[in-house]
């Protein structure tokens, strides 16, 4: 009875086996391809988020550069302001204690020099410096 039952439900058996069989290597096959997508995936995150370092330490750098420059700048401008104040406190001073160099510091200045000053005040081409057009005597 067993060998009877068991005969007639072999070719059933048999199927299903088969139908698990298939479909376990279609759920292999999709996992590999999960597994592979999800590789190229992380290959290309790594990849990406190695160039985004290399661009952030360009950046870094570009800011070192550029804070170096702003110091050396604000240094520099600081340097010239202070010469400013100290020739124009010694022009005061000198003012103050010699009527002759008081006349001639009140006195107008020379208008080729006045235009040569305000030119000068502009930017000029190659960073050169333009000499006075009119070079009259300087009263």
């Known amino acids: 009875m067993i060998s009877r039952l068991l005969g007639g439900?072999?070719?059933?058996?048999l199927a299903a086996l088969i139908g698990l069989l298939v479909?376990?290597?279609?759920?292999?096959?999709?996992?590999?391809?999960?597994r592979d997508t999800a590789t190229l995936q992380?290959?290309?995150?790594?990849?990406?988020?190695?160039?985004?370092?290399?661009?952030?330490?360009?950046?870094?750098?570009?800011i070192e550069t550029l804070n170096t420059s702003l110091a050396e700048r604000d240094q520099r401008l600081t340097t010239i302001a202070n010469d400013i104040r100290a020739s124009?406190?010694?022009l005061e001073q000198?003012?103050?204690?010699?009527?002759e160099i008081r006349a001639w510091l009140?006195?107008?200045?020379?208008?080729?020099?006045?235009?040569?000053?305000?030119?000068?005040?502009?930017?000029?081409?190659g960073g050169a410096v333009r000499l006075p057009s009119a070079t009259g005597s300087p009263d």
């Open 23 to 34: 479909f376990q290597y279609q759920l292999l096959q999709t996992a590999d391809a999960e």
């Open 94 to 99: 000198l003012g103050e204690q010699n009527a």
């Open 42 to 62: 992380a290959e290309h995150a790594q990849e990406r988020a190695a160039i985004l370092r290399e661009h952030q330490q360009f950046q870094r750098q570009q």
């Open 106 to 125: 009140d006195r107008d200045v020379p208008s080729g020099i006045d235009s040569w000053v305000r030119d000068l005040q502009q930017s000029t081409i």
């Open 88 to 90: 124009n406190a010694a």
């Open 9 to 13: 439900a072999m070719p059933w058996l």
